[in-house]
T-cell receptor, first 113, second 110 residues
């Protein structure tokens, strides 16, 4: 299994809602990543988990809260988002945090009303 | 600080023609370099990567890239483009905190 899966594919939420994005991989990778991609822009790194511990937070607002319950699963909890947070949220995983290529999921298209 | 520049925002080529997408990087040490492709609304797929060794790297879908340290470049090439190659192409540098270039959108004319 060389796949990263993300659910849901699409999410529409209001600014007062709480929702979560889910990412899963079964490749035995020990590093997992969240990226945010706005339309016609490159992906921007948000968080990196290495061996289930948060190793990088790229100064992301606290309304985004990542969680890594186990080595296969990565969540992104969303609360009190703003319309400008609407974007494609991509999850990725890699075998190590240094040097290995990252495998990307298909993304969750988030719209904040 | 590491960074990537893709000078061409949009390139149009005819089907069957050759393709070269440019990428210049800035990195303090031996760079980890990648080319990814993204179709609209989709995730990214790795085309090829360079860590060390042979500077001409072969990838999937008939793509290759050449690492030139003296020019800080890692250009992507394909000898004959197919209509299905139309997509957004991203060059990236780094390992953990990978940085992407702005991307080059490829249009293929019939």
């Amino acid at each position: 299994d060389t796949e990263v899966t993300q659910t849901p594919k699409h999410l529409v939420m209001g600014m007062t809602n709480k929702k979560s994005l889910k990412c899963e991989q079964h490749m035995g990778h020990r590093a997992m990543y969240w990226y945010k991609q706005k339309a016609k822009k490159p992906p921007e790194l948000m968080f990196v988990y290495s061996y289930e511990k948060l190793s990088i937070n790229e100064s992301v607002p606290s309304r985004f809260s990542p969680e890594c319950p186990n080595s296969s699963l990565l969540n992104l909890h969303l609360h009190a988002l703003q319309p400008e947070d609407s974007a494609l949220y991509l999850c990725a995983s890699s075998g190590r945090t240094s040097g290995d290529e990252q495998f990307f999921g298909p993304g969750t298209r988030l719209t904040v009303l | 600080a590491q960074s990537v520049t893709q000078p061409d925002i949009h390139i149009t080529v005819s089907e069957g023609a050759s393709l070269e997408l440019r990428c210049n990087y800035s990195y303090g040490a031996t760079p980890y370099l990648f080319w990814y492709v993204q179709s609209p609304g989709q995730g990214l797929q790795l085309l090829l990567k360079y860590f060390s060794g042979d500077t001409l790297v072969q990838g999937i879908k008939g793509f290759e890239a050449e690492f030139k340290r003296s020019q800080s470049s890692f250009n992507l090439r394909k000898p004959s483009v197919h209509w299905s190659d139309a997509a957004e192409y991203f060059c990236a540098v780094g390992a953990v905190n990978m940085r992407f270039g702005a991307g080059t959108r490829l249009t293929v004319k019939p």
